[in-house]
C-alpha cells in the first residue's frame, strides 16, 4: 500500500516536470527514481525520529496527554475555549492515531469512540507513529528540502512535546516564521509545479515539521506550499485562495481523493493530517457551493472560477447538456479566451484544442464556431456572465450526485443541491425534497435517512431512508447534506473569526460562512477587479474524457497555461467596468441583502408549501427503511397510514384551494391557538406524535429602531398576517429577570449524537449514562450522524425548523445528551463543546450585566438554538400556561445560545409568505396594530444584527409542558446588548380542540396568566395562529 | 440562439406547426378511453380545419400539413408522435401499437426543418407526446398506460438541459388531458382530484414555482400557448359552448389574446387542442 501510494504521487510528480499527462501510464518507472529512494530514506530516518518522539507522551498518563495534545492543538482557538473544552478537544486529537490503524474510516468517528479507545491509545502511540510517518512516505512528492527539513524538526519535536506548556506561548511566534519560510517558497513554486530537490534546509528557530501540499487549481496550474503538519485545512485553503486571488471563496473548497471517484471535502476546521490521513498531500480546489444566480457574485474573477469549474464539469460529463448547449457554451468559451472570433487567426482547426463536451463531434465544433462570431463585441467579462446564465440554467447545475438504492434497492442518484435533495433513477426526477421539507438528516451505517414534513393534513413525518454503497458513503453524502442546507438556507450574522472555530458545536457541521454571509461579506469587498488571465480552458485534455482519475481529473493533466495573446489587454479594461457595476450593484443591496435573500426562498416555499403534494407517493416508494418504525408499532404505522388516507380523502373531498399548510402557518405563529376540526384525529395520535401541536418559534424583542427596514418589515408582516388570518399581539418584555437559571443550563446540541439516540430511545431516561457509553464504544459502523436544520433555528431562514424538535425519539435524546452534561462524562467532545462555549458566553453576559444602559452593541455571538432542548416533554399533565417555576423543576433548563434574536427568524418567514397576501380585515384591526408597533421593534432587531450589531444572547431557555388541549411552551432569553440585559418571556401557547373552543377567551386568558406569572413584566407582543380544519376556515 | 440561452422569455414562441389531416378511418375505428357517440366527420374536419386556419392566418405559422392516412385511425393526432424542444426534436414510440407507424410521416417532415432528431427505438419505451408538458423550464412526463419508465428517461437523455421528473397519470389517456402551459409560467389545470394531484406532483418535483390556472372541466385544462411577436400571448381554448364554465376562467386573463377553438367532435376520441399539432420554434435555418 505504501509503495502503491509513493508510486502515485511520485507520477504526479513526474508528470508535472514533464508538464505532460502521462501520469497514468508509469507509475513503476516513477517509483524507481532515485528521488523517491531518496526520500523514502529521509522517510524512514525521520520515521525514526518521530518514533522516538511519541514514547515520553505514551509514557504519561492519557490525560496529561490529553492536555499536552490540547494545547498543541488548540491554538488559536485556545483563548475561546474553556479549559475543559480543550480537554475534549484532545480526545479527538489523540484518538485518530489508533483508529487509524484498525479501519480507515472517517475522522469523525472520533467522537464517538473516544471512550472506548482510550486506554489502547496508551499502548499503540508507538504505532501511531510509525502510522504518521508511513504518511509522510505517501508525500514523496515533497521535495528533499522538505524531507531534511522535516527530519530536522522531528528531532526537535520531542523536546518540544515536552516542555508543553512552553509550546503553546510559542505557538503564535512559530506560526509566523512559518510563514515568511512558507511564503518564500511559494514563490518559488507556485504553479511550476515542479520538486525542488536541492533546497538547503532552513532552520528555522524553533523548528515544526511541515509537509508540502499541492493543489490543483481549477485553471489546470499546480499550486504547492509547505503547510505545518498539524495545519489545519482552513490554513491550506486561505493560502490557495490568497494565491488565487480570490475573495470571494466561501463558495469553494479543498477536495482530496481517497480513490479515483470518492471525493471529500477538506474541512477547514480539521487537520489536514488527520483527513486525509494516509493520503498524499495533493488537494483539488473546487467549487463545493454553486450559486443559484452567479451574477450576485461581487467579482468577475470569482466568476471566472466557477465558469472554469463548469467547463470541467460539462467536459467531464458530470454536466449533462444538450448539443446546443454544448455548443453555446463553448462558444460564450472562446469569446472569453479568445476574444471575438477573427477569421484570420482563427483557422478551422483552432477549437479543437478546447473541450466542449465530453464526445465532441466536428458538427459540435462547427456549431461552436458559428455561435462564436455571433458573440463579437463581448468582453471576456461579459461572455463568462453569460456563459453562467446558460450553465446556471442546466437542470443538473450543482447537484452533488450519490449513488444509492432505495428501500426497494433500486439503484437511484441522490442530488444534494442549493433547494434541497433530488432524488433520480436513472436520468428522471423521482422526487424532490425541498430543505424546507426536511426535518432531520440522518445516516447510520451506510444507510441514510431524512425525516420530511408531513404534507399538508397529515399528522406525521415520515423518515425515508436510503442505502448507500458504504458507511463512508454514507457519511460523506450526511455532511454534504449539512454543509449544503447550512450554507443556502441559513443566515448567520457576521462573526468575529472566532466564530468559525466556535459556531458549530459538533464537527459534524458546516463551518465556513453562509451564503447570505458570503454575500454580505462580498459587499464590502473594495479593491479594483483584480486583474487575472483567462486561459486553461483548452488545455483540457481530451483523452481525459470519461476518464476520471483521483486526483483533479483533468486539471492534473493539463499543460501549462501559457498566457493568451492580444484579447488579454482588453480583458482588463473590460474587466474593471463590469467589476464596477458590480460593485455598485452590491452597495444597492447591501441593506436589504441580508433579508432579501431569504425572503426570496422563501415565498417560493410559501406556494410549494401551499401545493404540496400530499406526499403518498413518497411514502410508497422509499418508505421501507422509515426510521419511524423506531418507536411505532406495526399498529400505529397502520393507523398513521390510515389517518392519512382519510386526511387525504377529506382534502381531496373539498375544494383544492391554495392555502397555506399547517407548518407553513405554524411557522409564523409564536402563540398559536389551533383548531382542528379532527379533534380525534389528533387526540389520539398525541402520544405518538405530540411534535404536531407544540410548536414554538421564536419571538422577536428588542428596541431600538431603524426605520427604513421597519416600515418595509412591518407591513409585509401585515400583510401575511391577515392573509393567514392570524392575530399577531407581541408581548415583549423588557424586565431583566434573574432567575433565569444560568447555572444550571445546558447546551445540548449534539446532533451527531444519533447512535447513541438510538440505543436508548428504548430505554428510561435512568439507563442513559451508562447506555450512552457503551454506545459510544460501538464500532465505527455504527457511527451515527445527525442533523436537524432545526438546531439553527434561530439562524434559520426557515421558521419550520423549529418546530420540529418534539418527536418523542427527540426528546429522549435531549434528556439523555442533557444526563451527559451533566456527568460530565467522557463523552464525545462534540456534545461538549457548545456547553463550553455557553458557559463562556455565560459569564461573559454576567460581566455586562451591571450596566444598565441602552446600547446596541455587536453581538459576538452566534450559536445554534437547541430548541429542541426545551422540548423535553412532560408527561405529567400540566394546565394551561403551567407556571414557567414549576416546569423549570422538571425540565433541564438549557442555554439556548443565539445569534440573532429569535425575532427575526419569524420576521423572515412572515415576510415570505407575501404570496398569500391579502387584506386586512377590519375586525382584525386593533390587533395589527398591536403587531404594528411590535414589528417597529422587531425590525430593528434584525437589522442590527445582520449588521453586526447585537447583543450576546447570555441564556434562553424553553420549557414546555403539555396537556390534552394545550401545549404551552415558554422560551426566556436572557441578551445582553451592550451593558444592558434584557430578560424576554416568550410564550408559546398551543390550544387544541374543537371549533368550540372560544379563541378570544383563550386568548384573554393566556394573557392574563401570562401578567400574573409575571407581574413585573409587561406583555409587549402577543401574536395569535390560528389553524383551523377546512371546515372551519369560515372563522374569523 | 435557442436552448437554454433563449430561457423562459422565449416560451412559446413558435414559427412551425406540424398538423395531419384527419382520415375517415377515425369515426369508427380511432382509439378511445370510453365508448361513446361517433364521430361526425363533417364537423371533425371543419373544426379540424379552423384550428389550422387560426394557426396559420390568424397567427402566421408555417403550417405544414400532412395527408390524412386511412390506415392510421388516430394520424390527426400528431402531437403523440414528436417532441419538439427548441432544435431537438425526439421521434416517439407511441403506446398504442396501432399508432407506431405515425411517426414515420411526421419524421419526414421534421428532417426537412433541420432538427437534431432523436428516434426512439428501444422496444421496451413508450412515450405519447401527449404525456409530456414542457414547461420552458423543465419536463414533466406523465406515467401512464401509453408512456412508461423508460419512454421517459430516453426523453430526459435526449434533453439533457432540462430536470425530467414523472408524474403518475392514472385516470386519464395522457398528462396533458387535464393540464397544459397557459402562459410562460402558467400552468392549466383541470379541478378534477386526479388533476389536481397530478399538479401538486408537479410542484412538488419542480425547484420552480408556476402559477397555476384551475379551470373547472379538465379537458379545457388543455389548451395551447404561444408568443406571437405582433400579437403577445395568444391562447387557444375550448369554446365557450363546448365547457361555458372554463371559458370564463381563460377570460380572465386580460393580456391574452384569446381564441377560442372547438374540438368537440375530436373529443370523442380523446382528443384535445394540444393533440392536434407539434409546434416548433425554428429560430436558425440551417
Same mark, same amino acid.
Given at each position: 500500500?505504501?509503495?502503491?501510494?509513493?508510486?502515485?504521487?511520485?507520477?504526479?510528480?513526474?508528470?508535472?516536470?514533464?508538464?505532460?499527462?502521462?501520469?497514468?501510464?508509469?507509475?513503476?518507472?516513477?517509483?524507481?527514481?532515485?528521488?523517491?529512494?531518496?526520500?523514502?530514506?529521509?522517510?524512514?530516518?525521520?520515521?525514526?525520529?518521530?518514533?522516538?518522539?511519541?514514547?515520553?507522551?505514551?509514557?504519561?498518563?492519557?490525560?496529561?496527554?490529553?492536555?499536552?495534545?490540547?494545547?498543541?492543538?488548540?491554538?488559536?482557538?485556545?483563548?475561546?475555549?474553556?479549559?475543559?473544552?480543550?480537554?475534549?478537544?484532545?480526545?479527538?486529537?489523540?484518538?485518530?492515531?489508533?483508529?487509524?490503524?484498525?479501519?480507515?474510516?472517517?475522522?469523525?468517528?472520533?467522537?464517538?469512540?473516544?471512550?472506548?479507545?482510550?486506554?489502547?491509545?496508551?499502548?499503540?502511540?508507538?504505532?501511531?507513529?510509525? =502510522?504518521?510517518?508511513? %504518511?509522510?512516505?505517501?508525500?514523496?512528492? *515533497?521535495? $528533499? @528540502? /522538505? &524531507? !531534511?527539513?522535516?527530519?530536522?524538526?522531528?528531532?526537535?519535536?520531542?523536546?518540544? =512535546?515536552?516542555?508543553? %506548556?512552553?509550546?503553546?506561548?510559542?505557538? *503564535?511566534? $512559530? @506560526? /509566523? &516564521? !512559518?510563514?515568511?519560510?512558507?511564503?518564500?517558497?511559494?514563490?518559488?513554486?507556485?504553479?511550476?509545479?515542479?520538486?525542488?530537490?536541492?533546497?538547503?534546509?532552513?532552520?528555522?528557530?524553533?523548528?515544526?515539521?511541515?509537509?508540502?501540499?499541492?493543489?490543483?487549481?481549477?485553471?489546470?496550474?499546480?499550486?504547492?506550499?509547505?503547510?505545518?503538519?498539524?495545519?489545519?485545512?482552513?490554513?491550506?485553503?486561505?493560502?490557495?485562495?490568497?494565491?488565487?486571488?480570490?475573495?470571494?471563496?466561501?463558495?469553494?473548497?479543498?477536495?482530496?481523493?481517497?480513490?479515483?471517484?470518492?471525493?471529500?471535502?477538506?474541512?477547514?476546521?480539521?487537520?489536514?493530517?488527520?483527513?486525509?490521513?494516509?493520503?498524499?498531500?495533493?488537494?483539488?480546489?473546487?467549487?463545493?457551493?454553486?450559486?443559484?444566480?452567479?451574477?450576485?457574485?461581487?467579482?468577475?474573477?470569482?466568476?471566472?472560477?466557477?465558469?472554469?469549474?463548469?467547463?470541467?464539469?460539462?467536459?467531464?460529463?458530470?454536466?449533462?447538456?444538450?448539443?446546443?448547449?454544448?455548443?453555446?457554451?463553448?462558444?460564450?468559451?472562446?469569446?472569453?479566451?479568445?476574444?471575438?472570433?477573427?477569421?484570420?487567426?482563427?483557422?478551422?482547426?483552432?477549437?479543437?484544442?478546447?473541450?466542449?463536451?465530453?464526445?465532441?463531434?466536428?458538427?459540435?465544433?462547427?456549431?461552436?464556431?458559428?455561435?462564436?462570431?455571433?458573440?463579437?463585441?463581448?468582453?471576456?467579462?461579459?461572455?463568462?456572465?453569460?456563459?453562467?446564465?446558460?450553465?446556471?440554467?442546466?437542470?443538473?447545475?450543482?447537484?452533488?450526485?450519490?449513488?444509492?438504492?432505495?428501500?426497494?434497492?433500486?439503484?437511484?442518484?441522490?442530488?444534494?443541491?442549493?433547494?434541497?435533495?433530488?432524488?433520480?433513477?436513472?436520468?428522471?426526477?423521482?422526487?424532490?425534497?425541498?430543505?424546507?421539507?426536511?426535518?432531520?438528516?440522518?445516516?447510520?451505517?451506510?444507510?441514510?435517512?431524512?425525516?420530511?414534513?408531513?404534507?399538508?393534513?397529515?399528522?406525521?413525518?415520515?423518515?425515508?431512508?436510503?442505502?448507500?454503497?458504504?458507511?463512508?458513503?454514507?457519511?460523506?453524502?450526511?455532511?454534504?447534506?449539512?454543509?449544503?442546507?447550512?450554507?443556502?438556507?441559513?443566515?448567520?450574522?457576521?462573526?468575529?473569526?472566532?466564530?468559525?472555530?466556535?459556531?458549530?458545536?459538533?464537527?459534524?457541521?458546516?463551518?465556513?460562512?453562509?451564503?447570505?454571509?458570503?454575500?454580505?461579506?462580498?459587499?464590502?469587498?473594495?479593491?479594483?477587479?483584480?486583474?487575472?488571465?483567462?486561459?486553461?480552458?483548452?488545455?483540457?485534455?481530451?483523452?481525459?474524457?470519461?476518464?476520471?482519475?483521483?486526483?483533479?481529473?483533468?486539471?492534473?493533466?493539463?499543460?501549462?497555461?501559457?498566457?493568451?495573446?492580444?484579447?488579454?489587454?482588453?480583458?482588463?479594461?473590460?474587466?474593471?467596468?463590469?467589476?464596477?457595476?458590480?460593485?455598485?450593484?452590491?452597495?444597492?443591496?447591501?441593506?436589504?441583502?441580508?433579508?432579501?435573500?431569504?425572503?426570496?426562498?422563501?415565498?417560493?416555499?410559501?406556494?410549494?408549501?401551499?401545493?404540496?403534494?400530499?406526499?403518498?407517493?413518497?411514502?410508497?416508494?422509499?418508505?421501507?427503511?422509515?426510521?419511524?418504525?423506531?418507536?411505532?408499532?406495526?399498529?400505529?404505522?397502520?393507523?398513521?397510514?390510515?389517518?392519512?388516507?382519510?386526511?387525504?380523502?377529506?382534502?381531496?373531498?373539498?375544494?383544492?384551494?391554495?392555502?397555506?399548510?399547517?407548518?407553513?402557518?405554524?411557522?409564523?405563529?409564536?402563540?398559536?391557538?389551533?383548531?382542528?376540526?379532527?379533534?380525534?384525529?389528533?387526540?389520539?395520535?398525541?402520544?405518538?406524535?405530540?411534535?404536531?401541536?407544540?410548536?414554538?418559534?421564536?419571538?422577536?424583542?428588542?428596541?431600538?429602531?431603524?426605520?427604513?427596514?421597519?416600515?418595509?418589515?412591518?407591513?409585509?408582516?401585515?400583510?401575511?398576517?391577515?392573509?393567514?388570518?392570524?392575530?399577531?399581539?407581541?408581548?415583549?418584555?423588557?424586565?431583566?429577570?434573574?432567575?433565569?437559571?444560568?447555572?444550571?443550563?445546558?447546551?445540548?446540541?449534539?446532533?451527531?449524537?444519533?447512535?447513541?439516540?438510538?440505543?436508548?430511545?428504548?430505554?428510561?431516561?435512568?439507563?442513559?449514562?451508562?447506555?450512552?457509553?457503551?454506545?459510544?464504544?460501538?464500532?465505527?459502523?455504527?457511527?451515527?450522524?445527525?442533523?436537524?436544520?432545526?438546531?439553527?433555528?434561530?439562524?434559520?431562514?426557515?421558521?419550520?425548523?423549529?418546530?420540529?424538535?418534539?418527536?418523542?425519539?427527540?426528546?429522549?435524546?435531549?434528556?439523555?445528551?442533557?444526563?451527559?452534561?451533566?456527568?460530565?462524562?467522557?463523552?464525545?467532545?462534540?456534545?461538549?463543546?457548545?456547553?463550553?462555549?455557553?458557559?463562556?458566553?455565560?459569564?461573559?453576559?454576567?460581566?455586562?450585566?451591571?450596566?444598565?444602559?441602552?446600547?446596541?452593541?455587536?453581538?459576538?455571538?452566534?450559536?445554534?438554538?437547541?430548541?429542541?432542548?426545551?422540548?423535553?416533554?412532560?408527561?405529567?399533565?400540566?394546565?394551561?400556561?403551567?407556571?414557567?417555576?414549576?416546569?423549570?423543576?422538571?425540565?433541564?433548563?438549557?442555554?439556548?445560545?443565539?445569534?440573532?434574536?429569535?425575532?427575526?427568524?419569524?420576521?423572515?418567514?412572515?415576510?415570505?409568505?407575501?404570496?398569500?397576501?391579502?387584506?386586512?380585515?377590519?375586525?382584525?384591526?386593533?390587533?395589527?396594530?398591536?403587531?404594528?408597533?411590535?414589528?417597529?421593534?422587531?425590525?430593528?432587531?434584525?437589522?442590527?444584527?445582520?449588521?453586526?450589531?447585537?447583543?450576546?444572547?447570555?441564556?434562553?431557555?424553553?420549557?414546555?409542558?403539555?396537556?390534552?388541549?394545550?401545549?404551552?411552551?415558554?422560551?426566556?432569553?436572557?441578551?445582553?446588548?451592550?451593558?444592558?440585559?434584557?430578560?424576554?418571556?416568550?410564550?408559546?401557547?398551543?390550544?387544541?380542540?374543537?371549533?368550540?373552543?372560544?379563541?378570544?377567551?383563550?386568548?384573554?386568558?393566556?394573557?392574563?396568566?401570562?401578567?400574573?406569572?409575571?407581574?413585573?413584566?409587561?406583555?409587549?407582543?402577543?401574536?395569535?395562529?390560528?389553524?383551523?380544519?377546512?371546515?372551519?376556515?369560515?372563522?374569523? | 440562439?435557442?436552448?437554454?440561452?433563449?430561457?423562459?422569455?422565449?416560451?412559446?414562441?413558435?414559427?412551425?406547426?406540424?398538423?395531419?389531416?384527419?382520415?375517415?378511418?377515425?369515426?369508427?375505428?380511432?382509439?378511445?378511453?370510453?365508448?361513446?357517440?361517433?364521430?361526425?366527420?363533417?364537423?371533425?374536419?371543419?373544426?379540424?380545419?379552423?384550428?389550422?386556419?387560426?394557426?396559420?392566418?390568424?397567427?402566421?405559422?408555417?403550417?405544414?400539413?400532412?395527408?390524412?392516412?386511412?390506415?392510421?385511425?388516430?394520424?390527426?393526432?400528431?402531437?403523440?408522435?414528436?417532441?419538439?424542444?427548441?432544435?431537438?426534436?425526439?421521434?416517439?414510440?407511441?403506446?398504442?401499437?396501432?399508432?407506431?407507424?405515425?411517426?414515420?410521416?411526421?419524421?419526414?417532415?421534421?428532417?426537412?426543418?433541420?432538427?437534431?432528431?432523436?428516434?426512439?427505438?428501444?422496444?421496451?419505451?413508450?412515450?405519447?407526446?401527449?404525456?409530456?408538458?414542457?414547461?420552458?423550464?423543465?419536463?414533466?412526463?406523465?406515467?401512464?398506460?401509453?408512456?412508461?419508465?423508460?419512454?421517459?428517461?430516453?426523453?430526459?437523455?435526449?434533453?439533457?438541459?432540462?430536470?425530467?421528473?414523472?408524474?403518475?397519470?392514472?385516470?386519464?389517456?395522457?398528462?396533458?388531458?387535464?393540464?397544459?402551459?397557459?402562459?410562460?409560467?402558467?400552468?392549466?389545470?383541470?379541478?378534477?382530484?386526479?388533476?389536481?394531484?397530478?399538479?401538486?406532483?408537479?410542484?412538488?418535483?419542480?425547484?420552480?414555482?408556476?402559477?397555476?390556472?384551475?379551470?373547472?372541466?379538465?379537458?379545457?385544462?388543455?389548451?395551447?400557448?404561444?408568443?406571437?411577436?405582433?400579437?403577445?400571448?395568444?391562447?387557444?381554448?375550448?369554446?365557450?359552448?363546448?365547457?361555458?364554465?372554463?371559458?370564463?376562467?381563460?377570460?380572465?386573463?386580460?393580456?391574452?389574446?384569446?381564441?377560442?377553438?372547438?374540438?368537440?367532435?375530436?373529443?370523442?376520441?380523446?382528443?384535445?387542442?394540444?393533440?392536434?399539432?407539434?409546434?416548433?420554434?425554428?429560430?436558425?435555418?440551417?
Amino acid at each position: 500500500m505504501m509503495t502503491e501510494v509513493g508510486s502515485e504521487t511520485e507520477v504526479k510528480k513526474d508528470s508535472e516536470q514533464a508538464g505532460a499527462d502521462k501520469a497514468k501510464d508509469k507509475p513503476e518507472e516513477a517509483s524507481d527514481t532515485p528521488e523517491n529512494q531518496k526520500s523514502r530514506k529521509a522517510f524512514s530516518e525521520e520515521a525514526l525520529d518521530s518514533s522516538s518522539v511519541p514514547v515520553p507522551t505514551s509514557q504519561s498518563s492519557p490525560s496529561s496527554q490529553k492536555k499536552e495534545k490540547d494545547s498543541s492543538e488548540s491554538k488559536g482557538i485556545s483563548r475561546f475555549l474553556p479549559p475543559w473544552l480543550k480537554k475534549q478537544k484532545s480526545y479527538t486529537l489523540a484518538e485518530p492515531k489508533d483508529e487509524a490503524k484498525k479501519k480507515a474510516v472517517g475522522e469523525d468517528q472520533v467522537i464517538e469512540e473516544s471512550e472506548c479507545q482510550l486506554p489502547e491509545e496508551v499502548a499503540q502511540p508507538k504505532k501511531s507513529l510509525e =502510522e504518521a510517518a508511513t %504518511e509522510n512516505q505517501h508525500n514523496a512528492k *515533497a521535495d $528533499e @528540502k /522538505e &524531507e !531534511k527539513h522535516s527530519v530536522s524538526s522531528a528531532e526537535t519535536q520531542p523536546a518540544k =512535546e515536552d516542555g508543553k %506548556e512552553m509550546e503553546v506561548e510559542k505557538v *503564535a511566534e $512559530e @506560526k /509566523e &516564521e !512559518k510563514q515568511v519560510e512558507k511564503e518564500k517558497r511559494e514563490t518559488k513554486e507556485v504553479q511550476t509545479g515542479e520538486i525542488k530537490t536541492e533546497n538547503i534546509p532552513q532552520k528555522s528557530p524553533k523548528k515544526i515539521k511541515t509537509v508540502q501540499c499541492k493543489v490543483m487549481l481549477l485553471d489546470g496550474t499546480e499550486y504547492s506550499c509547505d503547510l505545518e503538519k498539524r495545519a489545519k485545512g482552513q490554513m491550506l485553503f486561505d493560502r490557495v485562495c490568497e494565491h488565487l486571488n480570490l475573495l470571494e471563496k466561501d463558495y469553494f473548497g479543498l477536495l482530496f481523493y481517497e480513490n479515483s471517484d470518492q471525493k471529500n471535502w477538506l474541512d477547514p476546521s480539521k487537520e489536514i493530517k488527520r483527513q486525509i490521513r494516509s493520503l498524499p498531500w495533493l488537494f483539488t480546489f473546487n467549487v463545493k457551493f454553486y450559486p443559484p444566480d452567479p451574477s450576485q457574485l461581487t467579482e468577475d474573477i470569482t466568476r471566472y472560477f466557477l465558469c472554469l469549474q463548469l467547463r470541467q464539469d460539462i467536459a467531464s460529463g458530470r454536466l449533462p447538456c444538450s448539443f446546443v448547449t454544448h455548443a453555446l457554451l463553448g462558444s460564450y468559451t472562446l469569446q472569453a479566451e479568445l476574444g471575438d472570433h477573427d477569421p484570420e487567426e482563427h483557422h478551422s482547426d483552432y477549437i479543437s484544442e478546447f473541450q466542449f463536451a465530453p464526445s465532441q463531434t466536428q458538427e459540435m465544433e462547427e456549431k461552436v464556431v458559428e455561435l462564436h462570431r455571433t458573440h463579437r463585441g463581448l468582453t471576456p467579462a461579459q461572455a463568462d456572465s453569460q456563459f453562467l446564465e446558460s450553465a446556471k440554467r442546466l437542470s443538473m447545475y450543482g447537484v452533488d450526485l450519490h449513488h444509492a438504492k432505495d428501500s426497494e434497492g433500486v439503484d437511484i442518484m441522490l442530488g444534494v443541491c442549493a433547494n434541497g435533495l433530488l432524488i433520480y433513477k436513472d436520468r428522471l426526477r423521482i422526487n424532490r425534497f425541498a430543505w424546507p421539507k426536511i426535518l432531520k438528516i440522518s445516516y447510520k451505517r451506510s444507510n441514510f435517512y431524512i425525516k420530511v414534513r408531513p404534507a399538508e393534513l397529515e399528522q406525521f413525518e415520515s423518515t425515508i431512508g436510503f442505502k448507500l454503497p458504504n458507511h463512508r458513503a454514507a457519511k460523506r453524502l450526511w455532511k454534504v447534506c449539512v454543509e449544503h442546507h447550512t450554507f443556502f438556507r441559513l443566515i448567520s450574522p457576521e462573526q468575529p473569526p472566532k466564530a468559525k472555530f466556535l459556531t458549530l458545536g459538533s464537527k459534524f457541521r458546516y463551518s465556513g460562512r453562509t451564503q447570505a454571509q458570503t454575500r454580505q461579506a462580498s459587499n464590502l469587498i473594495d479593491r479594483p477587479a483584480p486583474y487575472f488571465e483567462r486561459t486553461s480552458s483548452k488545455r483540457v485534455s481530451r483523452s481525459l474524457d470519461g476518464a476520471p482519475i483521483g486526483i483533479s481529473d483533468q486539471s492534473l493533466l493539463r499543460d501549462f497555461p501559457t498566457a493568451q495573446g492580444g484579447p488579454a489587454g482588453d480583458k482588463v479594461i473590460d474587466i474593471e467596468g463590469v467589476g464596477q457595476d458590480k460593485l455598485k450593484e452590491g452597495s444597492r443591496e447591501e441593506n436589504g441583502s441580508p433579508v432579501k435573500t431569504p425572503q426570496l426562498e422563501l415565498i417560493q416555499d410559501g406556494k410549494n408549501n401551499s401545493l404540496r403534494v400530499d406526499g403518498e407517493n413518497i411514502y410508497v416508494r422509499h418508505s421501507n427503511l422509515m426510521l419511524e418504525d423506531l418507536d411505532k408499532t406495526q399498529d400505529d404505522l397502520l393507523k398513521h397510514q390510515a389517518s392519512i388516507n382519510e386526511l387525504k380523502r377529506n382534502f381531496m373531498e373539498s375544494t383544492p384551494e391554495p392555502r397555506p399548510n399547517e407548518w407553513e402557518k405554524r411557522r409564523i405563529t409564536p402563540l398559536s391557538l389551533q383548531t382542528h376540526g379532527k379533534k380525534e384525529d389528533y387526540i389520539s395520535q398525541v402520544k405518538m406524535l405530540p411534535v404536531k401541536e407544540k410548536q414554538w418559534t421564536a419571538m422577536p424583542w428588542i428596541a431600538e429602531a431603524k426605520p427604513e427596514e421597519t416600515d418595509k418589515s412591518s407591513h409585509e408582516t401585515l400583510d401575511i398576517v391577515e392573509e393567514k388570518k392570524q392575530a399577531e399581539v407581541g408581548r415583549e418584555e423588557t424586565v431583566v429577570i434573574d432567575e433565569t437559571n444560568k447555572g444550571k443550563m445546558q447546551v445540548a446540541t449534539d446532533a451527531g449524537e444519533t447512535c447513541k439516540v438510538e440505543h436508548l430511545s428504548k430505554k428510561d431516561s435512568s439507563s442513559l449514562p451508562s447506555d450512552s457509553s457503551s454506545s459510544s464504544s460501538s464500532e465505527s459502523e455504527d457511527e451515527v450522524g445527525e442533523y436537524q436544520p432545526h438546531h439553527r433555528a434561530i439562524e434559520e431562514v426557515i421558521r419550520e425548523e423549529q418546530e420540529e424538535e418534539e418527536d418523542t425519539n427527540r426528546k429522549r435524546e435531549h434528556q439523555e445528551k442533557i444526563m451527559q452534561h451533566v456527568e460530565a462524562t467522557t463523552e464525545g467532545s462534540k456534545l461538549n463543546v457548545p456547553v463550553e462555549r455557553t458557559a463562556q458566553v455565560t459569564a461573559e453576559a454576567l460581566v455586562q450585566e451591571n450596566a444598565v444602559t441602552i446600547a446596541t452593541e455587536e453581538k459576538n455571538f452566534s450559536e445554534d438554538m437547541k430548541q429542541d432542548l426545551g422540548e423535553e416533554k412532560e408527561e405529567e399533565q400540566l394546565r394551561l400556561n403551567g407556571d414557567v417555576s414549576h416546569v423549570d423543576i422538571d425540565v433541564a433548563p438549557q442555554i439556548i445560545c443565539c445569534s440573532e434574536p429569535p425575532v427575526v427568524k419569524t420576521e423572515m418567514v412572515t415576510i415570505s409568505d407575501a404570496a398569500q397576501r391579502t387584506e386586512i380585515s377590519t375586525k382584525e384591526v386593533p390587533i395589527v396594530q398591536t403587531e404594528t408597533k411590535t414589528i417597529t421593534y422587531e425590525s430593528p432587531q434584525f437589522d442590527g444584527s445582520t449588521g453586526g450589531n447585537a447583543g450576546v444572547l447570555l441564556s434562553a431557555q424553553t420549557i414546555t409542558s403539555e396537556s390534552i388541549s394545550t401545549t404551552t411552551t415558554t422560551h426566556i432569553t436572557k441578551m445582553v446588548k451592550g451593558g444592558v440585559s434584557e430578560t424576554r418571556i416568550e410564550k408559546r401557547i398551543v390550544i387544541t380542540g374543537d371549533a368550540d373552543i372560544d379563541h378570544d377567551e383563550a386568548l384573554a386568558q393566556a394573557i392574563k396568566e401570562a401578567k400574573e406569572q409575571h407581574p413585573d413584566m409587561s406583555v409587549t407582543r402577543v401574536v395569535v395562529h390560528k389553524e383551523t380544519e377546512l371546515a372551519e376556515e369560515d372563522e374569523e | 440562439m435557442a436552448g437554454l440561452g433563449g430561457g423562459p422569455a422565449a416560451f412559446g414562441r413558435c414559427t412551425h406547426a406540424v398538423v395531419r389531416a384527419l382520415p375517415e378511418s377515425l369515426c369508427r375505428q380511432a382509439l378511445r378511453t370510453a365508448p361513446g357517440p361517433e364521430v361526425d366527420f363533417a364537423r371533425a374536419e371543419r373544426e379540424h380545419q379552423l384550428y389550422v386556419g387560426v394557426l396559420k392566418s390568424k397567427l402566421g405559422l408555417q403550417v405544414l400539413e400532412l395527408p390524412a392516412d386511412e390506415s392510421l385511425p388516430d394520424c390527426v393526432f400528431v402531437e403523440d408522435a414528436a417532441v419538439v424542444c427548441e432544435e431537438t426534436a425526439l421521434l416517439t414510440r407511441p403506446g398504442a401499437p396501432s399508432r407506431r407507424k405515425e411517426v414515420e410521416a411526421m419524421k419526414r417532415v421534421l428532417e426537412g426543418l433541420n432538427l437534431n432528431m432523436i428516434e426512439m427505438v428501444d422496444e421496451n419505451a413508450t412515450l405519447d407526446g401527449g404525456d409530456v408538458l414542457f414547461t420552458g423550464r423543465e419536463f414533466f412526463v406523465g406515467l401512464s398506460r401509453r408512456t412508461n419508465q423508460r419512454g421517459a428517461e430516453i426523453l430526459a437523455d435526449t434533453f439533457k438541459d432540462y430536470a425530467v421528473s414523472t408524474v403518475p397519470v392514472h385516470d386519464s389517456l395522457h398528462l396533458k388531458s387535464f393540464c397544459s402551459m397557459a402562459g410562460p409560467n402558467l400552468i392549466a389545470i383541470g379541478s378534477s382530484e386526479a388533476a389536481q394531484k397530478a399538479l401538486k406532483t408537479m410542484q412538488q418535483m419542480s425547484d420552480h414555482r408556476y402559477d397555476k390556472l384551475t379551470v373547472p372541466d379538465d379537458a379545457a385544462a388543455n389548451c395551447i400557448y404561444l408568443n406571437v411577436p405582433s400579437k403577445g400571448h395568444v391562447l387557444l381554448h375550448r369554446a365557450p359552448e363546448e365547457y361555458p364554465e372554463s371559458a370564463k376562467v381563460f377570460e380572465k386573463l386580460k393580456d391574452h389574446m384569446l381564441i377560442p377553438i372547438a374540438t368537440t367532435e375530436l373529443e370523442k376520441v380523446d382528443g384535445a387542442l394540444t393533440c392536434c399539432s407539434v409546434l416548433i420554434n425554428k429560430t436558425s435555418e440551417l
